[in-house]
């Protein structure tokens, strides 16, 4: 049997009978968008977080674009953001009509921090800081560089639910936390979903005002929103999900030091945790000069992998006008080039873990 670098189908096997009666639910309840289910799910989120406030919308896309939005970031204003990540953090900033200045990632795969002030000009407005592959951003020095030039600070969660720095929550650092719940996050749904947290009871009242039409009353529009509503059968399943969320985190943090102590192959270059940060492990990301051997022995042993992401934002056909070139960023494109995500999902049995950590040694 081949091992998927994913398997979405356990995640929901674990819990059949209450996804189940939770569709069941809502399908009777007669309510189908912003209703009930949606607003537990924002207070159960919030809570979860340990944010104010909990706003949910259609897709993690759409929280990235309706905070720059929200916030008053657009043309003629810059938001610096890491070089590698998924092209969905640059095109929050770039919808708005923004400028996305890029930063070359750290070892942990994350924005680095010591590269962020030689960027900032009297345009900058924002920090888009991603906590990528679940890894929970160096937030102590980025915070200071937003207080020092008063920046604004938004943070792109898609997958880091759970995440800490120094125990406090990714998302709860920065004015507002974008959050996507896309079925392959690490908290999914079944269907598309995605939402912010903030502290402020402003921003939380202007996003519920733009994920509907821009309007707080009924067919009174204050301003060209968006229809980005997050619908109750998704916010019913979420809610489910997210009361198994201690241990789903915890089954992929054993799945990962399964990894990290059983993976010893001189080639490979596996994923280090900061201190102070904690990973959600969305992905375990190795490293390999070799990539391409890699990724075709693994598949004759029927073990599918992932490059997460082959082609970073700036070389991408979509940025061509921003007039970057091969040798930009290189510690982004070197990056580019050698990384790989081996399978890790929840439901991940011994037997296939250990099918995948023997051929890694092998290799
Ligand atoms: C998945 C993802 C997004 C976008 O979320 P969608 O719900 O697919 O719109 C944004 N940023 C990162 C880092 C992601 O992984």
Redesign the pocket.
């Known amino acids: 049997m081949k091992i998927m670098p994913n398997r979405l189908d356990r995640g929901f096997y674990m819990y059949q009978e209450e996804f189940e009666a939770k569709a069941l639910e809502v399908l009777r309840s007669g309510w189908y968008v912003l209703g009930r289910e949606v607003e537990a799910f924002e207070e159960e989120f919030a809570a979860y977080t340990g944010a104010k406030y909990c706003v949910g919308l259609?897709?993690?896309?759409?929280?990235?674009w309706l905070a720059f939005r929200v916030l008053g970031i657009g043309a003629g204003d810059e938001v610096i953001v890491q070089a590698n990540?998924?092209?969905?953090?640059v095109?929050?900033i770039t919808i708005n009509g923004a400028t996305p200045v890029f930063v070359e990632p750290d070892e942990y795969f994350n924005m680095d921090a010591d590269k962020i002030e030689e960027k900032i000009t009297e345009r900058t407005k924002a920090i888009l800081v991603?906590?990528?592959y679940g890894q929970a951003s160096n937030m102590a020095p980025i915070m200071e560089i937003c207080r020092k030039h008063k920046l604004r600070l938004v943070e792109?969660?898609?997958?880091s639910h759970g995440a800490c720095f120094d125990g406090k929550m990714t998302g709860t650092f920065g004015d507002i936390g974008?959050?996507?719940?896309?079925p392959?996050?690490n908290l999914g749904g079944f269907g598309?979903?995605?939402a912010i947290v903030t502290e402020d009871e402003r921003i939380a009242a202007d996003m519920k005002m733009y994920r509907n039409y821009g309007s707080e009353r009924r067919y009174y529009n204050k301003v060209v929103g968006a229809n980005s509503r997050l619908d109750e059968m998704q916010a019913g399943l979420l809610r489910v999900r997210l009361s198994h969320m201690k241990e789903l985190t915890e089954e992929r943090r054993s799945l990962a030091g399964n990894y990290t102590e059983g993976i010893h192959n001189p080639k490979l270059l596996l994923p280090k945790v900061r201190e102070h940060g904690d990973s959600v492990w969305?992905q375990y990301v190795i490293r390999c000069e070799e990539r391409q051997k890699l990724i075709d022995y693994l598949d004759g042993q029927e073990i599918g992998t992932i490059i997460?992401y082959p082609i970073p934002p700036h070389l991408s056909e979509a940025y061509s006008s921003l007039g970057y070139g091969r040798g930009s960023f290189p510690i982004t494109e070197h990056y580019a080039d050698t990384v790989l995500s081996i399978p890790m999902y929840n439901g991940m049995t011994k037997e296939e873990q250990e099918r995948v950590i023997e051929a890694l040694n092998r290799f």
């Open positions: 259609a897709s993690g896309l759409d929280a990235l990540t998924y092209i969905a953090s095109m929050g991603v906590h990528l792109d969660c898609a997958q974008c959050f996507s719940f896309y392959s996050k598309d979903g995605g969305h997460h």
